[in-house]
């Protein structure tokens, strides 16, 4: 029988710890079968952030480093300018990078290091109990606005993405989400160019992903799916950002 689908080599035989209808599972397993598919995975070092995927080093069989909250994008530009002949990315939550590390972000994209950002986007800080993260939505209740994000107490919505659309070394960021198949798809497409844009030299480049916590917005998955597509997306529309390649 012709086989259709099988786990990428660059994933460990282990059973992620996400919850049901988290989207961290579905963006592993996307940038784990880029990795195998540009063959680079001897040559692969990951950065995982503190948040949910604190432990991805459980999961990619790549080499993997560690980096306080906020700092994997300095982490990386270490690792990466130490070792040019590398392929390094950075996995973040949005109160990785786009809250703690925002400094750390802004100037390494600027810089231009030649580092790979997978930005996961849910909207909330996921591992520590759904607090109001830089990217929650204007109305969006959290466990610190249960009644809901209002701008005028609490701040508009961070769309960090196109604030990099202005760094002038940042070479590609796109945002995608991971809803449905054709998303799913089409992010796959944006992390494998994300990749290639470094192998190429090019500079900076970023894909954004806005991914589903069922737990923490109380929400079926089936639902938090489509209250990306219907909510989220109004303030984070998915496109291309910046490409100069
Ligand atoms: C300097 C610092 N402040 C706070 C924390 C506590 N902390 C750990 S994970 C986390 C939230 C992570 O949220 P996010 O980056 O959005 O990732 P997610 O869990 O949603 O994937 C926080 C606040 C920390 N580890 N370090
Ligand atoms: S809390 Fe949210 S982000 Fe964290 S594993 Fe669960 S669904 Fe995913």
């Given at each position: 029988?012709?086989?259709?689908?099988?786990?990428?080599?660059?994933?460990?035989?282990?059973?992620?710890?996400?919850?049901?209808?988290?989207?961290?599972?579905?963006?592993?397993?996307?940038?784990?079968?880029?990795?195998?598919?540009?063959?680079?995975?001897?040559?692969?070092?990951?950065?995982?952030?503190?948040?949910?995927?604190?432990?991805?080093?459980?999961?990619?069989?790549?080499?993997?480093?560690?980096?306080?909250?906020?700092?994997?994008?300095?982490?990386?530009?270490?690792?990466?300018?130490?070792?040019?002949?590398?392929?390094?990315?950075?996995?973040?939550?949005?109160?990785?990078?786009?809250?703690?590390?925002?400094?750390?972000?802004?100037?390494?994209?600027?810089?231009?290091?030649?580092?790979?950002?997978?930005?996961?986007?849910?909207?909330?800080?996921?591992?520590?109990?759904?607090?109001?993260?830089?990217?929650?939505?204007?109305?969006?209740?959290t466990t610190t606005s249960p009644g809901g994000r209002v701008p005028l107490r609490d701040g508009y919505p961070v769309d960090l993405s196109q604030m990099l659309q202005t760094a002038a070394g940042a070479a590609y960021i796109e945002r995608c989400a991971v809803t449905n198949p054709k998303?799913?798809?089409?992010?796959?497409?944006?992390?494998?160019?994300?990749?290639?844009?470094?192998?190429?030299?090019?500079?900076?480049?970023?894909?954004?992903?806005?991914?589903?916590?069922?737990?923490?917005?109380?929400?079926?998955?089936?639902?938090?799916?489509?209250?990306?597509?219907?909510?989220?997306?109004?303030?984070?529309?998915?496109?291309?950002?910046?490409?100069?390649?």
């Open positions: 029988m012709k086989k259709v689908f099988e786990r990428p080599k660059s994933l460990k035989p282990a059973v992620f710890h996400y919850c049901p209808g988290c989207g961290h599972s579905i963006i592993h397993r996307l940038v784990a079968e880029v990795i195998d598919e540009l063959g680079i995975q001897e040559r692969c070092i990951g950065v995982p952030p503190a948040g949910c995927a604190v432990l991805a080093y459980n999961y990619f069989d790549v080499d993997m480093g560690e980096a306080p909250h906020g700092r994997a994008t300095a982490v990386a530009t270490g690792i990466k300018r130490v070792l040019p002949d590398r392929v390094v990315f950075t996995y973040q939550g949005d109160g990785d990078i786009a809250a703690i590390g925002t400094a750390e972000t802004v100037h390494a994209a600027n810089r231009g290091e030649r580092i790979t950002a997978i930005f996961v986007n849910n909207a909330v800080y996921g591992m520590t109990g759904g607090q109001m993260a830089p990217t929650t939505i204007t109305g969006q209740a998303n799913i798809n089409h992010a796959k497409k944006a992390i494998r160019k994300a990749f290639q844009v470094q192998l190429d030299d090019l500079g900076f480049s970023m894909v954004e992903i806005l991914s589903p916590c069922p737990t923490n917005w109380k929400m079926s998955s089936v639902d938090a799916s489509k209250w990306v597509d219907e909510e989220m997306t109004k303030f984070f529309p998915l496109k291309v950002i910046r490409d100069v390649t």
